[in-house]
């Protein structure tokens, strides 16, 4: 069986469908005509058109009479889109305009002058300075271009999600959590010094001290007001703040330190996470309370974690409890994107030692793939510091451990925004082919899934039989057309298909995994 498609550029799509069992089948693409738009060509089609056929476009404009200022605007637009289009983001290996962080362009190529916005993931991007000069430099080579205006801005906040979430945690990107599952190695330090090195890059940042036997927060930062407020009408939770950071803690409760047992320590936590206005965050730390059982595992559920950053310390019974919280985090589908080893070292008599032995962090990040270690020294003004209500990253901005926390920042906002990319682009459906393409996080395989094959796998109760595991979804109540309407991330391990008939299926991307493909690579041969 046959089935043509037409591409917008009068190129013609051909797909064979070899069904090998009923209702299966296999799709190869061929080419014929003079070129093969791709997806992201086609959806920018009706604003700048092709880099490739926006010439021969404007020549068959010109050729009818069309207007020359028009053709003009276009061809002007389009030198400034490929010249923009040299400039590659390191973190997505994709240039600028293909990633859409070009908004706004405007040319007036009579005047020479150009100006646009720069809108990119977060604005704590550490080369979003780069971004700016590079993009002033290429568009200026332009030769008929005199003038260039860059406004830099950043994607407005949004969850990576898209189930129904607490109305405070609607307009948070990033939730960045700061475990170590063992006491003592300094994870409060850590997590409070790296959301103020966030915030000092330009984030808008906040934290959550999730530790209610012990908490930490109300003794390293100062904040004027140290109580939390209540909204009586919307029956909330006002964030108290310190040098521009919210802050949330049990500490701030009132309550001091709780005596009570874990089911009630879980609904507390999840009431001061969940019902506090914490407005409009690109990052939001959670100081995790040290252990993997019901209370971490019920935050990890409840809250849409981006990431974990890992804490340590040299010793080998850090390393076996670390451990455990890593492969909680891995069970949960909450990529670990690095390891801080603390109290590694101290200098003295021009010697560096190793009090505490070497080798945990290392460990941790050779036994389970985590891609970035960071060493903390012993140095006694981080301890201070942490005691005295203002962070080392405050007090020494320019000191030893500050640069090692800007490190740090920089490697969370490039893991956390490759997250999000790789989650956002994970499953999408190609109209072109009648095709889902799913290209799993931290994969390199992609491959393609006929529509009705998605569907008929659902493994919900309404399609399955919880009791019996009997199959309630027959074959033949799924029509083969069958297309979705809708595709959206459902944190970091599964998408939301909405159907045309109003289902809403759940398909975790080892499920996807495991269903019959339609198409490995696509192969495009000359007709």
């Known amino acids: 069986m046959t089935q043509i498609f037409q ?64 053709v003009s605007g276009q061809t002007a637009e389009s030198e400034v889109l490929k010249a923009l289009s040299q400039i590659i983001d390191p973190d997505f290996g994709t240039d600028i305009v293909s990633c859409g962080f070009v908004k706004d362009l405007l040319v007036d190529e009579g005047l020479g002058e150009v100006s646009f916005r720069l809108e ?70 850590v997590a409070v010094n790296l959301a103020y090195t966030l915030a000092d890059m330009g984030a808008r940042v906040g934290i959550f001290d999730a530790d209610v036997y012990g908490p930490s927060l109300p003794t390293m930062v100062s904040p004027e007001n140290r109580i939390l407020e209540m909204n009586a009408e919307k029956r909330t939770i006002i964030p108290t703040e310190y040098m521009g950071v919210k802050l949330v803690s049990f500490g701030f409760a009132g309550q001091g330190r709780a005596i009570m047992r874990g089911p009630m320590v879980s609904g507390v936590i999840n009431q001061l996470l969940t019902t506090t206005e914490w407005g409009e965050l690109d990052y939001l730390v959670i100081d995790m309370p040290p252990g993997t059982g019901d209370i971490q595992l019920t935050l990890c559920q409840v809250v849409p974690l981006t990431a974990a950053v890992i804490v340590t310390t040299p010793q ?41 032995g070497r ?125 979705p309407e809708e595709i959206r991330p459902l944190g970091n391990y599964a998408v939301e298909i909405t159907w045309p008939d109003g289902f809403n299926q759940i398909a975790p991307y080892d499920q996807l995994q495991m269903m019959e493909r339609l198409v490995e690579v696509p192969q495009l041969t000359p007709a």
């Not at 056929?53 to 069309?66: I, M, P, Q």
Request: proline residues 6%; aromatic residues 8%.
């Open 120 to 189: 990119l993931t977060t604005p704590a991007c550490p080369i979003k300075d780069m971004f700016e000069q590079k993009a002033n430099e290429v568009v200026a080579a332009l030769p008929w271009v005199k003038k260039v205006n860059v406004t830099m801005s950043a994607q407005p906040a949004k969850p990576m999600y898209a189930g129904q979430l607490p109305a405070g945690l609607q307009t948070i990107s990033n939730i960045i959590a700061v475990s170590s599952c063992k006491g003592g190695v300094g994870k409060s330090t």
């Open 359 to 483: 080798g945990s962090g290392s460990q941790v990040v050779q036994q389970f793939g985590i891609p970035h270690l960071f060493d903390l020294p012993i140095q006694p003004t981080l301890s201070a510091s942490g005691d005295s209500g203002m962070p080392e990253v405050v007090a020494d901005p320019q000191g030893e451990v500050s640069r090692t926390f800007q490190e740090l920042g920089v490697c969370v906002v490039q893991q956390c925004a490759k997250i999000r990319q790789q989650v956002s682009t994970a499953v999408s459906y190609d109209r072109s082919i009648k095709a889902i393409k799913v290209k799993v996080p931290d994969s390199d395989e992609e491959f393609y899934l006929h529509p009705a094959t998605v569907r008929r796998n659902d493994r919900s109760a309404q399609s399955v039989d919880e009791w019996t595991g009997e199959q309630k979804l027959q074959y033949s109540d799924i029509l083969d057309d069958i297309e």
């Open 316 to 356: 080998k019974l850090a390393f076996i409890d670390v451990a455990k919280g890593v492969r909680m985090f891995s069970k949960l589908k909450v990529p670990c994107v690095a390891v801080v080893e603390n109290m590694c070292h101290f200098d003295a008599d021009g010697k560096r030692y190793y009090p505490f």
């Open 7 to 70: 591409a917008p550029s009068s190129s013609t799509l051909t797909f064979h469908q070899f069904t090998s069992q009923p209702k299966a089948g296999l799709y190869v693409a061929e080419k014929s005509g003079s070129c093969l738009l791709s997806q992201r060509h086609v959806r920018n089609l009706n604003v700048s058109y092709t880099y490739s056929n926006l010439s021969s476009f404007t020549a068959k404009v010109a050729s009818n009479g069309a207007c020359a200022s028009t």
